[in-house]
């Protein structure tokens, strides 16, 4: 468990009581924007997304399954890629589970007709017991206790033998008087940003992250503890 009653599962998030689980940034047609900017990368996103996500959820039983912002990519349109890609992106989540909540990201602003076609809704954050799930780019105002959030695509760099390797992480530390967890993306062809020497995003994160503890997403799934252990 990360903390009480979650547990990470990959790179999603499971609320065992409610039996739901949260997956974050995955960023649907990613490899379509970086070919228009000239990066000749295959397209493979979306298989194996599909395949991790199958693995995760055949390993857990599902009551609803919560997207924690960026579903999609662009953020003025839903290129070719993204329409075609995300609708059986939730085609295969349904399968799963009826109840899909998409939390709107800072790249979701024309999600609309998406979720309209398979009659899924979009909320701004997503309250369930004690338990606050938003993306992470703005603050929400909450009494909840536990606060869930994407949008910073945490990285960590680890160094052996003179070769550096950066990996994918959850971070748990404390934001004002609550616990927070801040979610690897799940896309898969980036690592994400390096908290050991890129500026962070998310206004959740503004104050020092000394004191927050590292899960490094690996083979399996390794705490590394304090962040301010790597500094040293």
Not at 136 to 154: A, Q, Y
Not at 193 to 198: P, Q, T
């Amino acid at each position: 468990m990360i903390i009480k009653n979650v547990k990470i599962k990959d790179l999603a998030l499971y609320l065992v009581k409610e039996k739901i689980l949260v997956i974050s940034d995955i960023h649907m047609g990613f490899e379509e924007s970086l070919n228009e900017e000239g990066f000749l990368i295959p397209r493979f996103q979306f298989k194996e997304t599909v395949d991790r996500l199958k693995k995760i959820l055949d390993s857990v039983k599902v009551s609803e399954i919560v997207i924690n912002g960026d579903l999609k990519h662009e953020f003025g349109k839903i290129s070719d890629t993204e329409w075609r890609y995300t609708i059986q992106l939730l085609d295969f989540l349904l399968t799963y589970s009826k109840k899909i909540i998409l939390v709107r990201g800072n790249h979701d602003t024309i999600l609309g007709p998406i979720a309209y076609k398979k009659g899924i809704k979009i909320v701004n954050y997503y309250e369930v017991d004690d338990f606050l799930i938003c993306h992470g780019d703005k603050i929400i105002n909450s009494d909840c206790k536990n606060v869930i959030i994407g949008h910073e695509h945490p990285a960590i760099s680890l160094r052996n033998s003179g070769r550096e390797e950066i990996f994918k992480c959850f971070l748990e530390g404390k934001f004002e008087n609550k616990k927070i967890i801040v979610m690897p993306s799940f896309n898969l062809i980036t690592e994400g940003i390096n908290i050991l020497k890129e500026k962070l995003l998310s206004p959740y994160l503004k104050k020092s992250l000394d004191n927050f503890k590292i899960f490094i997403v690996g083979d399996t799934v390794y705490s590394f503890g304090d962040l301010k252990n790597f500094k040293e």
